[in-house]
């Protein structure tokens, strides 16, 4: 279990961490739970199939307050870990602040899915339920905005932050700590609804990405920027599945007679070769990013040192 330094392997420590963030995202989850069983009670009692999926997604307050929960649930465990087990503080972790970076990557996420949309819809994959002009905003717009907050937070605290950075501070090699955390977020969407080979592909793809961006930015922000606008943006502005989830866009979409191939079919635009290519363009636009923000550092730094 340890390495020739008496320090706890990475590989335990993550696997430790994943456990324990499994069972607090129950324990968390609970309330929310809780919440729904009472209010479909009628219904159990009068012995009426409930569908769990199709009942939260009459209370989606509720879903938030269940599967938010779970979320919070993984950002607590993750930072009881790093604090208390690595001996890292939030800022160790990639937790330095970048208004620049996290613009950049709420910016990046949200083109990027809105280029997918209209390439799709410009060569016929996609048709539009409702227009541009009359927009579906429900209470799953707001709901869902604060979710996907919280997934973009937690999932880039967890597989970036605490996996990458457990496996740098080993002295494990970059190609594999860019391979680990890639593979484990795969995998953790390994059992979502209507998952596909080509989607969890996708999602070690743009898991590369995201180390990439933290990598380059040497901070979180740029890659949870881009998380929370991707997944938003995807399912609650332009209503795709969002890796499977029920989409509750402002905008709907009917993917039916369209190119699976293409549209990533009932899992989402993750599923889809269209997203592949945004994923790839993606590196570039970090690549450009990272290269302009060392090249505007360096004058600053010239300055301090003549001083």
């Given at each position: 279990?340890?390495?020739?330094?008496?320090?706890?392997?990475?590989?335990?420590?993550?696997?430790?961490?994943?456990?324990?963030?499994?069972?607090?995202?129950?324990?968390?989850?609970?309330?929310?739970?809780?919440?729904?069983?009472?209010?479909?009670?009628?219904?159990?009692?009068s012995s009426v199939e409930i569908d769990i999926l199709q009942a939260y997604d009459g209370h989606p307050w509720l879903y938030v307050l269940t599967q938010g929960?779970?979320?919070?649930?993984?950002?607590?465990?993750?930072?009881?870990?790093?604090?208390?087990?690595?001996?890292?503080?939030?800022?160790?972790?990639?937790?330095?602040?970048?208004?620049?970076?996290?613009?950049?990557?709420?910016?990046?996420?949200?083109?990027?899915?809105?280029?997918?949309?209209?390439?799709?819809?410009a060569t016929g994959n996609v048709s539009m339920v409702n227009s541009f002009s009359a927009p579906a905003f429900s209470a799953y717009t707001v709901a869902f905005?604060?979710?996907?907050?919280?997934?973009?937070?937690?999932?880039?605290?967890?597989?970036?932050?605490?996996?990458?950075?457990?496996?740098?501070?080993?002295?494990?090699?970059?190609?594999?700590?860019?391979?680990?955390?890639?593979?484990?977020?795969?995998?953790?969407?390994?059992?979502?609804?209507?998952?596909?080979?080509?989607?969890l592909l996708n999602i070690v793809f743009v898991g590369v990405l995201f180390a990439y961006m933290f990598l380059e930015t040497d901070n979180l922000w740029l890659?949870?920027?881009?998380?929370?606008?991707?997944?938003?943006?995807?399912?609650?502005?332009?209503?795709?599945?969002?890796?499977?989830?029920?989409?509750?866009?402002?905008?709907?979409?009917?993917?039916?007679?369209?190119?699976?191939?293409?549209?990533?079919?009932?899992?989402?635009?993750?599923?889809?070769?269209?997203?592949?290519?945004?994923?790839?363009?993606?590196?570039?636009?970090?690549?450009?990013?990272?290269?302009?923000?060392?090249?505007?550092?360096?004058?600053?730094?010239?300055?301090?040192?003549?001083?």
């Amino acid at each position: 279990m340890k390495n020739d330094k008496g320090q706890i392997r990475a590989g335990w420590l993550i696997l430790l961490a994943l456990v324990a963030m499994l069972i607090a995202q129950q324990i968390f989850s609970l309330p929310g739970a809780m919440l729904l069983f009472l209010y479909e009670l009628p219904a159990l009692t009068s012995s009426v199939e409930i569908d769990i999926l199709q009942a939260y997604d009459g209370h989606p307050w509720l879903y938030v307050l269940t599967q938010g929960g779970a979320v919070v649930g993984s950002i607590v465990v993750t930072y009881i870990f790093w604090r208390f087990v690595n001996k890292g503080s939030l800022r160790s972790l990639g937790f330095r602040w970048s208004f620049a970076d996290f613009a950049y990557g709420l910016f990046l996420g949200a083109a990027s899915i809105t280029v997918i949309f209209l390439l799709l819809l410009a060569t016929g994959n996609v048709s539009m339920v409702n227009s541009f002009s009359a927009p579906a905003f429900s209470a799953y717009t707001v709901a869902f905005l604060v979710m996907y907050i919280l997934v973009g937070l937690s999932e880039e605290m967890f597989f970036r932050g605490y996996v990458m950075s457990t496996m740098l501070s080993r002295g494990n090699p970059k190609w594999a700590v860019y391979l680990v955390s890639a593979v484990v977020f795969s995998l953790a969407h390994g059992l979502n609804p209507n998952v596909s080979w080509l989607g969890l592909l996708n999602i070690v793809f743009v898991g590369v990405l995201f180390a990439y961006m933290f990598l380059e930015t040497d901070n979180l922000w740029l890659p949870i920027g881009y998380h929370m606008t991707w997944n938003y943006f995807q399912g609650n502005v332009f209503g795709f599945a969002v890796s499977g989830t029920t989409p509750n866009g402002i905008y709907n979409v009917s993917i039916e007679g369209g190119n699976a191939w293409l549209t990533g079919g009932a899992f989402g635009l993750e599923g889809g070769l269209a997203a592949t290519l945004l994923i790839l363009i993606g590196f570039a636009a970090t690549w450009v990013y990272g290269r302009k923000k060392r090249m505007s550092a360096r004058p600053a730094a010239r300055v301090e040192s003549d001083l």
